[in-house]
């Protein structure tokens, strides 16, 4: 089965604390995307990387890192330094300028 | 001006109407547009891809590109309750693979 897989569905942080999220694929996408979603917003982009060991920021980075060690795998790090984490995560891929496809979103709260 | 806009609504339409939904671009933005349909707390889904100048029709759906004014739309045929959802527009950067998405659009569609 083909597709986007993130992981967990639901995440619950602590003030301080740092967490990760998860984002694999199968489609052999060379490009992948991190968005952030607030309620009744559009999507900011977060962080993108067009290949393996490279990525780049893009409008709301700060307070996030990421890898791309694996062409398959873009793992977000959601560290203390971002102040209002709570929000909807949404992980995609793409060919080169191509269609990109969603996972299922991670919803972080923080308690 | 915002890379990609795209007016809030929502926009409510009867059953068997047209729905027009209408995104512009700025002059950053010139590549591959896309159009999302996102229900609430899900993740977007890809509707349709334009990548050159006119129409492009897909069942019930057709999109328009026109590059001279810079605008993207997309219309929904005999419009139906389940088409009720968010609509999201979304351009690549001229440069560097940064895909970038609209604020969206909501779309009731009444019975």
């Not at chain 1, 968005?35 to 917003?41: L, N, T, V």
């Not at chain 1, 780049?56 to 791309?68: F, H, L, P, T």
């Amino acid at each position: 089965d083909g597709g986007i897989t993130q992981s967990p569905k639901y995440l619950f942080r602590k003030e301080g604390q740092n967490v990760t999220l998860s984002c694999e694929q199968n489609l052999n996408h060379d490009a992948m995307y991190w968005y952030r979603q607030d309620p009744g917003q559009g999507l900011r982009l977060i962080y993108y990387s067009q290949i393996v060991n490279d990525f780049q920021k893009g409008d709301i980075a700060e307070g996030y890192s990421v890898s791309r060690e694996k062409k398959e795998s873009f793992p977000l790090t959601v560290t203390s330094a971002q102040k209002n984490p709570t929000a909807f995560y949404l992980c995609a891929s793409s060919p080169t300028l191509g269609e990109a496809f969603f996972g299922q979103g991670t919803r972080l709260t923080v308690v | 001006q915002k890379e990609v806009e795209q007016n809030s609504g929502p926009l409510s339409v009867p059953e068997g109407a047209i729905a027009s939904l209408n995104c512009t671009y700025s002059d950053r933005v010139s590549q591959s547009f896309f159009w999302y349909r996102q229900y609430s707390g899900k993740s977007p889904e890809l509707i349709m891809s334009i990548y050159s100048n006119g129409d492009k029709e897909d069942g019930r759906f057709t999109a328009q590109l026109n590059k001279a004014s810079q605008y993207v739309s997309l219309l929904i045929r005999d419009s139906q309750p389940s088409d009720s959802a968010t609509y999201l527009c979304a351009g690549f950067y001229n440069q560097g693979g940064k895909l970038i998405f609209g604020q969206g659009t909501e779309l009731s569609v009444k019975p």
